[in-house]
């Protein structure tokens, strides 16, 4: 199996697909199978790399230092040092577009088109979510039954839901088999912690801000607000998402990113 030693951390990673290379950075405690549903789409047309955040899936689980934003921006970069990549289009969902905001800040040279997707520039100048729902992101539900609903309910729509028995299927065998509780936290302590406001405006890199109207999770305001604070950057809303627009709207959401990453793709 494939795995690099970034930062002192082996990470698992996949590729899939030729092309422009992407790399898909997933959210808080998920790893790389929470791309799974849309992988295909994006691997018909880029070299597509998806990884195990340190603290998930195959990767290693280390209870210090605590995590942040920066470090997993690190780690992913890391992660294209051992790929030989100098340079990637990276697409970030939730906490994942927090880790994208650094990458591009921080190593500006590195990253083609940045797509931002649910996700906010931090509490200190973001939308907080509703408390209820930050209480079950902070310690997850011990019922795997409970947790998988909760999960569900705020990604996707019931009527979805209905339709797709296979998805609560898929949350329901992850809720059984969690990262372990301490790494949970360091995930959330992480993503709770990211403030790069003020320096969202040296990010030069174009910018496309993806995000469901009715987004619980991380609401759909701070959408306007990354938009606003990132020079260039273009804000598509789709109608009717929650925190998971990219898998209920696959066709639509896809469809606004390719189009935005092969307007910027040079081969």
Request: aromatic letters at 8%; charged letters at 20%; hydrophobic letters at 40%.
């Amino acid at each position: 199996m494939p795995f690099a030693v970034c930062n002192g951390v082996r990470l698992y990673y996949e590729v899939h697909g030729s092309g422009e290379p992407l790399l898909l950075v997933m959210g808080q405690g998920s790893d790389h199978h929470g791309w799974d549903p849309v992988l295909g789409d994006f691997a018909s047309r880029f070299q597509v790399i998806v990884y195990d955040h340190r603290g998930t899936g195959q990767s290693d689980k280390p209870g210090e230092p605590p995590y942040t934003t920066r470090m997993f921006a690190a780690d992913a970069v890391g992660l294209l040092d051992h790929l030989g990549i100098e340079r990637a289009h990276i697409y970030g969902i939730s906490m994942g577009g927090r880790i994208c905001q650094w990458i591009a800040i921080d190593y500006p040279d590195r990253v083609g088109a940045v797509v931002l997707g649910c996700t906010t520039p931090g509490d200190a100048h973001g939308v907080k979510r509703p408390p209820e729902v930050d209480a079950k992101m902070r310690t997850r539900p011990a019922d795997p039954e409970e947790a998988a609903r909760f999960l569900a309910e705020e990604m996707v729509s019931p009527g979805w839901l209905a339709a797709h028995p296979e998805y609560l299927a898929v949350l329901r065998e992850r809720a059984r088999n969690p990262i372990p509780a301490y790494a949970q936290r360091l995930h959330y302590e992480a993503s709770q912690g990211h403030d790069a406001w003020e320096r969202l405006t040296e990010i030069r890199a174009p910018v496309l801000v993806i995000h469901g109207t009715e987004d619980r999770i991380n609401p759909t305001a701070n959408a306007a607000l990354l938009a606003g604070q990132i020079p260039g950057a273009e804000l598509y809303l789709v109608e009717g998402g929650r925190h998971g627009y990219f898998i209920e709207f696959r066709e639509e959401a896809g469809a606004a990113v390719m189009g935005f990453l092969e307007r910027h793709t040079t081969r």
